[in-house]
């Protein structure tokens, strides 16, 4: 039986698009079911930074004001879904007095563990930088030398927007078989690519994703127990 303080606690999820907010479910749902998860949406978010080519003092001043909006709002944890706006997340951690577990942290380490040659894939070209340093960052702290492959799969993310998911799917499936020749592990940079973890199969190259990871560490952050959140796979 989950104890009553799992119960109480909140999380406000702050995605720069709508394309996770119902993918996550699920996950929420196996590994995180007594927390109450508050989804906050600004699609303008992303939108701006993609026009902009990379994160800009405006959209780092809407994350913080979101995060410290959460703060006030009594949310025990904010869990960062977009890695575009990871450098904001890191800000806005060291703006609030709770936990900010951005979605591709865990994930990043577990590449820097598995490998030495890693793909980075993305469809968001304003992704690849952030989750390349983000690699080559915990790469020094473990001091350990890597080599970053950066991929951007050209067209998929607009499809995916679309309603094309299955021309989404051909482009990054195509894009992952690539990368997977010739290095050690391939990230998948943005959540919404986890879909495609059941259809990859057999590949030379440890594949990873997020979301899971992700939820898995901001369950720890909470200090929740994982025969209390859901079963690990």
């Known amino acids: 039986m989950p104890d009553a303080a799992d119960q109480s606690k909140t999380v406000f999820a702050l995605h720069t698009s709508f394309a996770l907010v119902q993918p996550l479910r699920p996950l929420f749902a196996e590994l995180v079911s007594t927390v109450n998860i508050v989804n906050v949406v600004d699609d303008s978010l992303l939108s701006d930074v993609r026009v902009a080519g990379g994160l800009t003092p405006s959209v780092t001043r809407r994350i913080l ?3 410290l909006l959460a703060e006030a709002s009594g949310a025990n944890a904010i869990f960062n879904c977009c890695s575009s706006v990871g450098e904001a997340a890191d800000l806005l951690a060291r703006a609030v007095d709770i936990p900010v577990v951005k979605i591709d942290d865990r994930m990043t380490t577990e590449a820097v563990l598995q490998g030495s040659r890693i793909a980075v894939i993305a469809t968001v070209a304003t992704t690849l930088d952030p989750t390349s340093l983000l690699i080559e960052t915990k790469a020094s702290q473990q001091h350990k030398t890597v080599e970053v492959r950066r991929c951007l799969v050209q067209g998929a993310f607009d499809a ?19 990368a997977a020749s010739d290095c050690d592990v391939v990230v998948l940079a943005q959540a919404s690519m986890a879909r495609l973890m059941p259809q990859i199969g057999n590949l030379p190259a440890l594949v990873l994703s997020s979301p899971r990871s992700g939820i898995q560490a901001l369950r720890d952050a909470l200090g929740l127990r ?3 959140a859901g079963a690990e796979s």
């Open 65 to 67: 004001g979101y995060g």
């Open 160 to 178: 995916l927007m679309c309603g094309d998911a299955s021309g989404h799917d051909r482009l990054v499936l195509s894009a992952i078989g690539r």
């Open 226 to 228: 994982a025969n209390s």
